[in-house]
Nanobody, 117 residues
C-alpha cells in the first residue's frame, strides 16, 4: 500500500520559515519524481516545486528564491524548505510522487500551512 505522509505544517508569522517533510512508503522511492503542490481556499491546486529522480528541480514562479525542495533517497523522504513566508503562501500543501516512465502518481493527504500577517 502506497502512503505519502506530510508533516511540518503549522502557523507561522510572515517572514518566517517552515520545513515540510513527506515520507513515502510502498514505492521504490528512487524511481519517482517528487513534488509539492498547494491549494489555497477557493483556488486551484498549483505547482510549488518538483525534484526529479536525478535531482533536477523546478519551482513555481511565486516561490522561486524562497523555497527549496530536496530529497533523501535513503530515507524515502522529500523536503520543502520554505523561507520568507508570505500570507499568500497560506494553503494546504500536498506531496506528490510520479513515476514518469508510466505516468503513475500518488498524493498525500496534505498539511496545512498558515502564514499570519
Amino acid at each position: 500500500q502506497v502512503q505519502l505522509v506530510e508533516s511540518g505544517g503549522g502557523l507561522v508569522q510572515a517572514g518566517g520559515s517552515l520545513r515540510l517533510s513527506c515520507a513515502a512508503s510502498g514505492i521504490i522511492f528512487s524511481y519517482y519524481a517528487m513534488g509539492w503542490y498547494r491549494q489555497a481556499p477557493g483556488k486551484q491546486r498549483e505547482l510549488v516545486a518538483t525534484i526529479a529522480t536525478g535531482g533536477s528541480t523546478n519551482y513555481g514562479d511565486s516561490v522561486k528564491g524562497r523555497f527549496t525542495i530536496s530529497r533523501d533517497n535513503a530515507k524515502n523522504t522529500v523536503y520543502l524548505q520554505m523561507s520568507s513566508l508570505k500570507p499568500e503562501d497560506t494553503a494546504v500543501y500536498y506531496c506528490n510522487a510520479e513515476w514518469r516512465l508510466t505516468g503513475r502518481d500518488y498524493w498525500g493527504k496534505g498539511t496545512l500551512v498558515t502564514v499570519s500577517s
